[in-house]
């Protein structure tokens, strides 16, 4: 590809209106005025909110919003809005719903809201020591902490813990300090670390070490919701799928490559809940896959068992770090209006709810995979976008989406040789 020699050095670019940008970013990359008109129409989110939100925003990107239906979570029906352009998904989360919901539907739990920022300690020529000093200060850390945040305290939140290890690493011995706080309905990020900041001059005053880096852990291990559920061996169609299932578990705790894969499905749920609640998915999807190799192999986050009765249970726990308050999720209307649809109250109701949607995910896709294989079901929604990318409108693209299946060749040039054979039928 031959691109002319244009420069990327935009100046001022920062400071320009979003319809301003996106004139300069046409004329750089050649757009052509239906592009241009695309990218210029911002949907359902105000361009002045969209512009304040990130820099240097030019248009909107939308994604659909579908509804997981059939889910009772701790004996409550919920609706719960999934964000996600990947078809089966969230009907997926419906039929693994509706199979267990007669036998009590989801059960779910948490360990709590705290979240932990760390603080990196260099130069310390005494790290034993100076990890015993920290700890003699917690009352004064409890009290710089808090301090920081009195709103937090106000609601119930605030300075929980103070944990310090002597780490050994490639630049030898650091102190890390960690900083256990209860961020309440708040996803946190903001509150810890501005206490992390708060605390790092004492920390050096203390210990006459560095301090470098001030910031959350992902790994939000204190912060851990937790699903279960049972599906009757019948309501899933016999014991033959459920040891299909179990088996195909046992793979996935055994092995990182189908571990990966296996927890991606169970990220299909939980981040389609994550992004439509304004949420952080990358802090969640961090968390569960560092929550997953924390026994220092990379495993499965849900496990796979036969109850007495001969039922499939299922069990997922990993660290769900979300938020009602703060970010996107208060200012983006269409998270606020999913959060409506949830009807949930706090931070943790949401984490738990999240949970249930990951756990149902991970159970229509290891008994898919473990029956007919996942390409059937997946082959009809996608055999519509094929429909659409040849160019088929209207009821077109159920019935060219039809023939593809039947043909068993979903690719866009059969779909535009169907395409023509049925607007040829038509006389068109
Ligand atoms: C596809 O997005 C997700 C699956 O690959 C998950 C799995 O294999 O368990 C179907």
Redesign the pocket.
Known sequence: MTLPNRSSRLSGFHHQSPPDRLAAVAAFAGLDAATVGHLADFGNLDPHLADRLIENVIGTMNVPVGIATNLKVDGRDVLVPMATE?S??VA?VCNAARQCYDAGGIVTSMSGPLMIAQVQLVQVRDPHSARVKILEKREEVKAACDACDPVLVSLGGGFRDLEVRVLDTLGGSMVITHLIVDTRDAMGANAVNSMAERLAPHFEAWTGGKVYLRILSNLADRRVARARAVWPVEAIGGQEVRDGMIS?YQF?EADPY?AA??????M?GVSAVVLATGNDTRAVEAGAHAYAARGGRYTSLSRWEVTADGDLAGVLELPMAVGLIGGATKLHPTARACLAILGVGTAEELARVTAAVGLA??FS??K??ATTG?QKG?MALHAQNIALMAGAVGEEVDAVARALVARGEVRVDIAAEELGRLRGRRGE
């Open positions: 990947e089966s998904v997926a195909a996935a189908r894969t296996h927890n991606k499905g169970i299909n995910q991970n896709a290891l898919a995979l996942i997946h």
